[in-house]
């Protein structure tokens, strides 16, 4: 049984994307890959969702679609394995939330949330990947920024804080305070308009 196969890429929808992979499972357990045709496992699944790769699960007999009930098969053995990633307090509010009024909410507030998390996760990567490229040392970078907003926010405030030396960008010379702040803001704006896209 081949549990460590590489994922395929897949035929092609008219829309450029690959079509998601029909597996179907068995009353025995067993989870066939029309795709590939052959048997596989949840670690194969797993690999496949890393990977990107879109799937549905499919009851063999009623045709039923089941991809939810099998990903939370695949979290559960994961969780099992000691790879941890949701806390006891995160399933005991996550289980309290069924049956609740804002019950609906919670899937929309959940995926927006990950969605947020992953294209922050990726924007940090590549910042950090571009800075250790650049030869900067990519901390030194990420404090100078974090200092140069919160100064910012604290000069919108009327309040100033002390600025370490990480080599700071000057305010543009002959400019005076109020041109150098709506500089920094729009600057701010620019930066905070790029994390949120």
Known sequence: MPSKQQPQQGTQQAGGEAAPVIIKKYANRRLYDTESSSYITLDHLSVMTRAGREFKVVDAKSG???THSVLTQIIVEEE???TTLLPVSFLRQLISMYGDQMQAMVPHYLEASMEAFRRNQEQVRSTMMGMMAGGSNPFEALAR????MMKAAADMWGTGIPQPDLKQETRPEGGDDVKALKAELQALQAKIDKLAN
């Open 80 to 82: 099992n394995r000691g």
């Open 64 to 66: 039923d679609d089941i």
């Open 145 to 148: 920024q974090n200092m140069a």
